[in-house]
């Protein structure tokens, strides 16, 4: 069996799986926070047919060898966690990132997740909570009777009470890592620590290399539509042009059996 059918067939499943990322990331062009993934390739193992260096009959050295590729494999998904565009929404409870930095979001199960979503709620007790209903960490609760909510760039939330009295009320604490793109992304706008992310470094935004926060504003999705539509289409003619390999190949072979004596 020709090497090329297995090769093309390769290609088209790692075309495949070119198309699928492209398209997960434009589908979540308007979600709060989203990082970009891009997936990177690499070839396989190709096979010697004569190693470079090898004597040919009359003694002499061969300066190169002869090899056939067999193909490629997906290596790795790689997030972007370059800033995506700052939108203004004017509600105090909206907040953004601006440099490095996550949220830290409590999770039922009691685990820590990271989140670049700012676009927290206030539940019923008055505790910041995203839109899933888990707690902001460390809990931030606004009273009732609160008549204005300020978080500063420190991230500092001072309340303004009737009679004009102001109150702290909690602090936000960012986290950040060594390697972001080692974190795994679980859905619902959150990741979480892997051996590969390394632990979280954890500190008040504004110190230790954390980005500051903003009040009322929140960070957009960092794809680039356009960018990811050229993506669609090199992934398109990649896929076609395998096609066209296995039909070349299936060709090949059609020839090769109709052979008479």
Same mark, same amino acid.
Do not use: C
């Given at each position: 069996m ?33 990082k ?22 009359g ?7 002869? &090899? $056939?590729? @067999? ?6 998904? #790689?997030?972007? *966690?370059?800033?995506?565009? !700052? +939108? ?64 500063d760039?420190?991230?500092?939330? &001072? $309340?303004? @009470? ?6 702290? #009320?909690?602090? *936000?604490?960012?986290?950040? !890592? +060594? ?70 190949s ?12």
């Amino acid at each position: 069996m020709m090497r090329s059918l297995f090769t093309a067939a390769g290609g088209m499943a790692a075309m495949q799986l070119h198309v699928d990322v492209t398209a997960n990331n434009l589908s979540n062009v308007n979600t709060w926070g989203y990082k970009r993934a891009r997936i990177d390739f690499q070839d396989l193992l190709s096979q010697t047919l004569r190693g470079p260096g090898a004597l040919s009959s009359g003694g002499q050295m061969i300066p190169t060898g002869l &090899t $056939v590729g @067999l193909g490629v494999r997906p290596a790795a998904t #790689v997030r972007d *966690f370059s800033q995506g565009m !700052f +939108v203004e929404t004017g509600l105090p409870t909206d907040v953004v990132i601006e440099g490095q930095g996550f949220y830290q979001i409590l999770l039922p199960d009691g685990t820590t997740a990271y989140s670049r979503d700012g676009s927290f709620k206030l539940d019923a007790n008055g505790q910041l909570v995203t839109a899933d209903g888990n707690y902001l960490q460390p809990q931030i609760t606004i009273p009732a009777n609160t008549i204005q909510t300020t978080i500063d760039s420190s991230g500092t939330v &001072t $309340v303004t @009470l009737p009679g004009n009295v102001q109150q702290n #009320v909690g602090q *936000f604490e960012l986290a950040r !890592f +060594v390697n972001p793109a080692g974190l795994l992304s679980v859905g619902k706008n959150l990741f979480l620590e892997t051996p590969a992310s390394g632990p979280p470094i954890t500190g008040t935004p504004g110190t230790d290399g954390m980005g500051t926060i903003t009040q009322g504003y929140l960070e957009g999705s960092n794809v680039q539509v356009v960018s990811e539509m050229v993506n669609l289409i090199i992934g398109q003619r990649a896929f076609e042009s395998n096609s066209n390999t296995i039909r070349t190949s299936d060709d090949m072979l059609g020839t090769a059996t109709a052979l008479r004596r």
